[in-house]
Protein backbone atom coordinates (compact mmCIF):
# COMPACT_ATOMS: atom_id res chain seq x y z
CA UNK A 1 0.00 0.00 0.00
CA UNK A 2 1.25 3.29 -1.12
CA UNK A 3 1.42 6.26 1.43
CA UNK A 4 -1.08 8.21 -0.64
CA UNK A 5 -3.68 4.95 -0.92
CA UNK A 6 -2.69 4.33 2.54
CA UNK A 7 -3.92 8.06 3.00
CA UNK A 8 -6.90 7.67 1.15
CA UNK A 9 -7.87 4.12 2.54
CA UNK A 10 -7.87 5.46 6.56
CA UNK A 11 -9.48 8.70 5.41
CA UNK A 12 -12.63 6.74 3.69
CA UNK A 13 -12.14 4.46 6.66
CA UNK A 14 -12.52 7.42 9.50
CA UNK A 15 -15.75 8.29 7.21
CA UNK A 16 -17.37 5.10 7.03
CA UNK A 17 -17.09 4.34 10.80
CA UNK A 18 -18.28 7.74 11.37
CA UNK A 19 -21.52 7.16 9.53
CA UNK A 20 -22.24 3.77 11.14
CA UNK A 21 -21.72 4.73 14.66
CA UNK A 22 -23.92 7.74 13.85
CA UNK A 23 -26.72 5.48 12.24
CA UNK A 24 -26.51 2.97 15.13
CA UNK A 25 -26.64 4.87 17.92
CA UNK A 26 -29.80 6.90 16.29
CA UNK A 27 -31.31 3.72 16.46
CA UNK A 28 -30.29 2.85 19.46
CA UNK A 29 -32.12 5.93 20.66
CA UNK A 30 -35.12 5.67 18.49
CA UNK A 31 -35.66 2.19 19.80
CA UNK A 32 -35.14 3.67 23.62
CA UNK A 33 -37.78 6.29 22.94
CA UNK A 34 -40.30 3.93 20.97
CA UNK A 35 -39.77 1.66 24.17
CA UNK A 36 -39.90 4.65 27.23
CA UNK A 37 -42.85 5.64 25.52
CA UNK A 38 -45.23 2.96 26.12
CA UNK A 39 -44.18 0.96 22.64
CA UNK A 40 -46.81 3.05 20.88
CA UNK A 41 -46.93 2.55 17.08
CA UNK A 42 -44.95 4.80 15.24
CA UNK A 43 -46.07 6.98 12.36
CA UNK A 44 -46.21 4.75 9.15
CA UNK A 45 -46.88 7.58 6.78
CA UNK A 46 -43.79 9.07 7.65
CA UNK A 47 -41.81 5.92 7.16
CA UNK A 48 -43.51 4.71 3.75
CA UNK A 49 -41.70 7.89 2.53
CA UNK A 50 -38.40 7.02 3.03
CA UNK A 51 -39.08 3.71 1.90
CA UNK A 52 -39.70 5.09 -1.57
CA UNK A 53 -38.55 2.96 -4.76
CA UNK A 54 -36.58 4.00 -7.58
CA UNK A 55 -39.05 2.05 -9.81
CA UNK A 56 -41.92 1.31 -8.63
CA UNK A 57 -44.27 -1.44 -11.15
CA UNK A 58 -47.48 -0.20 -11.92
CA UNK A 59 -48.11 -3.81 -12.35
CA UNK A 60 -47.13 -6.44 -9.67
CA UNK A 61 -45.17 -9.07 -11.94
CA UNK A 62 -44.21 -12.12 -9.62
CA UNK A 63 -40.91 -13.59 -9.97
CA UNK A 64 -41.17 -17.81 -10.90
CA UNK A 65 -38.39 -19.50 -9.15
CA UNK A 66 -38.46 -23.45 -8.60
CA UNK A 67 -42.33 -23.23 -9.26
CA UNK A 68 -42.49 -20.29 -6.25
CA UNK A 69 -44.27 -17.34 -6.94
CA UNK A 70 -42.10 -14.81 -5.01
CA UNK A 71 -43.44 -10.84 -4.68
CA UNK A 72 -41.36 -8.21 -5.17
CA UNK A 73 -42.57 -5.99 -2.69
CA UNK A 74 -41.83 -6.53 1.41
CA UNK A 75 -44.23 -7.20 3.49
CA UNK A 76 -46.34 -3.52 4.75
CA UNK A 77 -44.80 -1.32 7.25
CA UNK A 78 -47.96 -2.25 9.87
CA UNK A 79 -47.56 -5.67 9.73
CA UNK A 80 -43.72 -5.80 9.87
CA UNK A 81 -44.45 -3.67 13.20
CA UNK A 82 -47.26 -5.70 14.53
CA UNK A 83 -45.44 -9.01 14.49
CA UNK A 84 -42.16 -6.83 16.33
CA UNK A 85 -44.76 -5.32 18.75
CA UNK A 86 -45.70 -9.37 19.85
CA UNK A 87 -42.53 -10.98 19.97
CA UNK A 88 -41.58 -10.12 22.85
CA UNK A 89 -37.67 -10.84 22.25
CA UNK A 90 -37.90 -8.49 19.12
CA UNK A 91 -36.17 -5.36 20.25
CA UNK A 92 -33.03 -7.18 22.04
CA UNK A 93 -33.14 -9.44 18.48
CA UNK A 94 -33.32 -6.13 16.36
CA UNK A 95 -30.12 -4.31 18.69
CA UNK A 96 -28.19 -7.13 18.22
CA UNK A 97 -28.80 -7.22 14.22
CA UNK A 98 -27.89 -2.68 14.23
CA UNK A 99 -24.74 -4.40 16.35
CA UNK A 100 -23.88 -6.67 13.79
CA UNK A 101 -24.53 -4.96 10.71
CA UNK A 102 -22.40 -2.05 11.98
CA UNK A 103 -19.04 -4.81 12.74
CA UNK A 104 -20.27 -6.74 9.44
CA UNK A 105 -19.49 -3.13 7.16
CA UNK A 106 -16.43 -1.83 9.24
CA UNK A 107 -15.06 -5.56 9.11
CA UNK A 108 -15.62 -5.80 5.91
CA UNK A 109 -13.51 -2.23 5.00
CA UNK A 110 -10.64 -3.13 6.90
CA UNK A 111 -10.06 -6.45 5.13
CA UNK A 112 -11.29 -4.88 1.82
CA UNK A 113 -7.67 -2.36 2.32
CA UNK A 114 -5.67 -5.16 3.91
CA UNK A 115 -6.03 -3.72 7.34
CA UNK A 116 -7.01 -6.96 8.70
CA UNK A 117 -3.87 -8.79 9.03
CA UNK A 118 -3.13 -5.92 11.77
CA UNK A 119 -1.59 -7.06 15.07
CA UNK A 120 -3.31 -4.16 16.92
CA UNK A 121 -5.20 -6.13 19.53
CA UNK A 122 -8.45 -3.66 19.07
CA UNK A 123 -8.32 -4.71 14.99
CA UNK A 124 -7.86 -8.03 15.66
CA UNK A 125 -10.60 -8.01 18.45
CA UNK A 126 -12.86 -6.42 15.52
CA UNK A 127 -12.31 -9.39 13.03
CA UNK A 128 -12.77 -11.77 15.58
CA UNK A 129 -16.34 -10.08 16.64
CA UNK A 130 -17.01 -10.35 12.77
CA UNK A 131 -16.30 -14.10 12.64
CA UNK A 132 -18.83 -14.46 15.54
CA UNK A 133 -21.40 -12.62 14.25
CA UNK A 134 -21.28 -14.54 10.89
CA UNK A 135 -21.59 -17.51 13.03
CA UNK A 136 -24.98 -16.82 14.36
CA UNK A 137 -23.80 -15.04 16.76
CA UNK A 138 -21.29 -17.68 18.65
CA UNK A 139 -17.77 -17.59 19.35
CA UNK A 140 -16.37 -20.56 17.57
CA UNK A 141 -12.66 -21.70 17.78
CA UNK A 142 -10.81 -24.94 16.90
CA UNK A 143 -9.00 -27.15 18.62
CA UNK A 144 -5.39 -25.48 18.95
CA UNK A 145 -6.38 -22.34 16.63
CA UNK A 146 -3.78 -19.93 16.88
CA UNK A 147 -5.85 -16.95 17.89
CA UNK A 148 -3.97 -13.36 18.02
CA UNK A 149 -4.07 -10.90 20.72
CA UNK A 150 -7.78 -9.41 20.89
CA UNK A 151 -8.08 -7.12 23.39
CA UNK A 152 -10.02 -3.78 23.79
CA UNK A 153 -10.92 -1.65 26.74
CA UNK A 154 -10.68 -4.54 28.91
CA UNK A 155 -12.25 -7.11 26.83
CA UNK A 156 -10.03 -9.87 25.68
CA UNK A 157 -11.14 -12.94 23.13
CA UNK A 158 -9.52 -16.32 23.66
CA UNK A 159 -10.92 -19.78 22.79
CA UNK A 160 -12.62 -19.59 26.54
CA UNK A 161 -15.71 -18.08 24.65
CA UNK A 162 -15.80 -21.25 22.66
CA UNK A 163 -19.70 -21.40 22.30
CA UNK A 164 -19.98 -18.05 24.25
CA UNK A 165 -22.69 -15.78 22.61
CA UNK A 166 -21.54 -12.65 20.79
CA UNK A 167 -24.62 -10.54 21.94
CA UNK A 168 -26.84 -11.47 24.80
CA UNK A 169 -31.02 -11.82 25.25
CA UNK A 170 -33.44 -11.12 27.82
CA UNK A 171 -32.21 -14.32 29.49
CA UNK A 172 -28.89 -15.06 28.47
CA UNK A 173 -26.20 -12.27 28.60
CA UNK A 174 -23.70 -11.69 26.00
CA UNK A 175 -19.69 -11.05 25.74
CA UNK A 176 -20.53 -8.17 24.20
CA UNK A 177 -23.46 -4.65 24.72
CA UNK A 178 -24.37 -1.91 22.25
CA UNK A 179 -22.54 0.54 23.89
CA UNK A 180 -19.25 -1.80 23.63
CA UNK A 181 -19.54 -1.93 19.71
CA UNK A 182 -20.19 2.41 19.90
CA UNK A 183 -17.38 2.82 21.95
CA UNK A 184 -15.18 -0.02 19.54
CA UNK A 185 -16.04 1.91 16.31
CA UNK A 186 -14.72 5.72 17.83
CA UNK A 187 -11.71 3.98 18.83
CA UNK A 188 -11.44 2.30 15.69
CA UNK A 189 -11.94 6.16 13.72
CA UNK A 190 -9.29 7.88 16.51
CA UNK A 191 -7.10 4.35 15.31
CA UNK A 192 -7.12 4.98 11.79
CA UNK A 193 -6.41 9.01 11.97
CA UNK A 194 -3.56 8.05 13.94
CA UNK A 195 -2.54 6.08 10.98
CA UNK A 196 -3.14 8.30 8.60
CA UNK A 197 -1.39 11.02 10.16
CA UNK A 198 1.70 8.74 10.03
CA UNK A 199 1.28 8.53 6.59
CA UNK A 200 1.08 12.20 6.04
CA UNK A 201 4.41 12.36 7.93
CA UNK A 202 6.23 9.66 6.23
CA UNK A 203 4.79 11.59 2.80
CA UNK A 204 6.64 15.01 4.52
CA UNK A 205 9.85 13.26 5.40
Known sequence: MTSKAGNDACDAGVLLIGRQ?????????????????????????AGERYLQRRRAAT???????????????????????ERFQ??????????????ANAILVVA???EEHSMDASK????????????????????????????PVATFDGLAISDKLNGAPLFGDDTTPGFLECGDV????????????GVQTMVSDGDAG
Open 86 to 99: DDPDAPSRVLRTAC
Open 182 to 193: AALLAYLSTHLS
Open 21 to 45: LIGLTTFVTLLADWDGKGRTLPDFA
Open 120 to 147: TPEVQFLMRIRDAAMNSNTFEFESGQYI
Open 108 to 110: AFF
Open 59 to 81: HAVPHIEAGVRMKAEPAPIRLLW
